[in-house]
């Protein structure tokens, strides 16, 4: 019997209901946690009073980080366009560099990126490869950006580890980067083994998510365009704070920004706050355990 014919209408309504009632509570946690780190911030530095004398002094680093900015955009539309002609998907570079022009806007106010992610499923809705290739190639994206920001956090936790001697924060890093990697082979080379009718509807989903990222991780050339474009838009988010921390006067180096910065992004990545507002903010405060000394405006 079907579900729709066991629940009936009425019962099928209770159920959408429930679940657009979780998701609403989802998202008011992630607004709570974003207002909430604001808040902090703004609590503890004086932005407010600072932020005409910052806009006054550094307009012209405020320039060269907002070009920073935008180049990045393009190079990250890179990566995504390695992973569509790894699965063979093509599409014209320039469409998605518009593309990611478009989800940096919204992205920056919806959930997790989830406006940007759904704009880019929908504009290959129509593929001959199903609907299933192109939500996957925008799941392959995210899983990049986020294994090369573990990659690069856990490269600099030596010199981290030199400023800050944070166990925990060690541990958790390398951890996670080792625990992703075991996961991205088992879900390479071990889920293809798996056919547990427990599972249902959702291994035929499992499996067509292994063979596209097969085809993405065992492209060697593919595979160094994706990773070398992700570690290029890292470095360029790096170089980006450091022009608008360097402007406002904050004496602190690239090489600092290069080590603090891998670790905010992976925090700003995690899906736990709207676009990555507040918990950037809290993590950036959480850093300055670091040896120097931040002023209010390099927050």
Not at 4 to 26: D, H, P, Y
Not at 34 to 43: L, R
Not at 209 to 229: E, P
Request: proline share 4%; with cysteine.
């Amino acid at each position: 019997m079907l579900i729709s014919q066991r629940l009936g209408r009425a019962g099928l309504e209770s159920v959408s209901t429930i679940l657009l009632s979780k998701r609403s509570l989802a998202y008011g946690a992630k607004l709570l946690i974003s207002v909430g780190g604001i808040w902090f911030v703004f609590q503890k530095y004086d932005l407010l009073s600072g932020l005409p004398r910052l806009l006054d002094r550094a307009q012209g680093w405020l320039a060269v980080g907002l070009a920073v900015l935008i180049l990045q955009t393009a190079v990250a539309a890179i990566r995504w366009h390695s992973i569509l002609r790894s699965l063979r998907l093509p599409m014209p570079i320039w469409t998605v560099v518009q593309i990611f022009y478009v989800m940096a806007f919204l992205n920056s106010f919806l959930p997790a990126g989830l406006g940007g992610d759904a704009l880019r499923v929908w504009l290959l809705r129509r593929n001959e490869h199903g609907i299933s290739t192109a939500v996957n190639s925008v799941l392959i994206d995210r899983l990049v950006a986020v294994f090369a920001l573990l990659i690069a956090a856990a490269a600099v936790q030596p010199l981290l580890w030199l400023q800050v001697e944070n166990a925990f924060l060690l541990v958790a890093v390398v951890g996670s980067a080792l625990s992703m990697s075991a996961a991205l082979c088992a879900g390479m080379f071990i889920v293809p083994r798996i056919h547990w009718p427990i599972f249902g509807r959702l291994m035929p989903m499992l499996h067509a998510v292994s063979r596209d990222l097969r085809l993405v991780f065992l492209d060697i050339i593919g595979l160094s365009t994706t990773m070398v474009s992700a570690f290029a838009s890292n470095l360029l988010l790096v170089g980006a704070a450091f022009a608008l921390a360097y402007g406002s006067g904050v004496n602190v180096g690239f090489l600092t920004w290069l080590v603090v910065m891998p670790v905010v992004l992976l925090v700003t990545a995690l899906p736990i706050s709207v676009g990555g507002w507040g918990t950037r903010e809290i993590a950036m405060v959480y850093m300055r355990q670091l040896p120097y000394r931040y002023s209010s405006d390099s927050v």
